[in-house]
Nanobody
Framework: QVQLQESDPGLVKPSQTLSLTCTVS??????????WTWIRQPPGKGLEWLGY???????YYSPSLKSRTSISRDTSKNQFTLQLSSVTPEDTAVYYC????????????WGQGTQVTVSS
């Protein structure tokens, strides 16, 4: 059983860099066909896709957030990390990590989500 668990940064101040780590158990982040993704949901809004790091280590980001987003990984810890720079209150959201499986063209595992609040 694959499990994903987001870290809990809690409150982040405006202009700081948000850093979130997703720890994966039950499966390797280097296994073919999987894309390790970050998604968020602002209060009262729908899901917003932020980007992914693929099994190969390649990355792809949402065009609207590309200038502020970076996703990296630590294969020795089986973790991948989102960094979002220059945050504003509009970045307040529940942040999820999820696994996209290319064969089924869908997300098959999600983390429980972590609330991030940007406020001074």
């Amino acid at each position: 059983q694959v499990q994903l668990q987001e870290s809990d940064p809690g409150l982040v101040k405006p202009s700081q860099t948000l850093s979130l780590t997703c720890t994966v158990s039950g499966g390797s982040i280097t296994t073919n066909y999987y894309y390790w993704t970050w998604i968020r949901q602002p209060p009262g809004k729908g899901l917003e896709w932020l980007g992914y790091i693929a099994h190969s280590g390649s990355t792809y980001y949402s065009p609207s957030l590309k200038s502020r987003t970076s996703i990296s990984r630590d294969t020795s810890k089986n973790q991948f990390t989102l960094q979002l720079s220059s945050v504003t209150p509009e970045d307040t959201a529940v942040y999820y990590c999820a696994r996209w499986y290319s064969d089924s063209q869908g997300y098959d595992y999600w983390g429980q989500g972590t609330q991030v609040t940007v406020s001074s």
